[in-house]
């Protein structure tokens, strides 16, 4: 298998995607690898959205979070892009980021009524090129 060193993850600021963020925290500090927060700004999340994320600084819960597990600031890194969550974490497997992990919070709150996945979490286990991690928040 070939070495994980960079990591991203999705973040909206809710408790399933914390939960995913302190996941793939310890990921990124087992593997010594680097660690990608992004927070997708679509126009239908901005309107809807009670965050507003700066696209400089991360979020004090996400330094909190990384500081927690012992991963090294230096290589956290916090992206805000514009578009869906999916998008923009599938394109995170691309460089700049190149991330040979992606981890995703699921609210179970997808299209498909039963699933223990959400419908951002479903697509993005279908279409990924990598390993995908779906943490639970509760």
Not at 18 to 23: G, H, K, P, Y
Not at 69 to 74: M, N, Q, R
């Amino acid at each position: 298998m070939k070495a994980i060193n960079s990591i991203a993850v999705g973040f909206d600021g809710s408790i399933e995607s914390q939960a995913a963020v302190r996941w793939a925290a310890r990921a990124a500090r087992d593997f010594d690898a680097t660690l990608t927060v992004l927070h997708a700004s679509g126009a239908l999340e901005r309107l809807d959205s009670p965050h507003s994320f700066s696209h400089v600084v991360a979020p004090a819960v996400v330094d909190t979070i990384v500081s927690e597990e012992g991963l090294d600031a230096a290589r956290l890194h916090w992206i805000v892009d514009e578009g869906d969550a999916c998008s923009a974490l599938l394109h995170s497997v691309t460089p700049p980021i190149g991330a040979q992990l992606l981890v995703v919070g699921s609210r179970g709150h997808g299209k498909r009524p039963g699933l223990m996945i959400g419908s951002v979490s479903l697509e993005l286990v279908q279409h990924a090129s990598v390993p995908v991690v779906v943490v639970h928040g509760r």
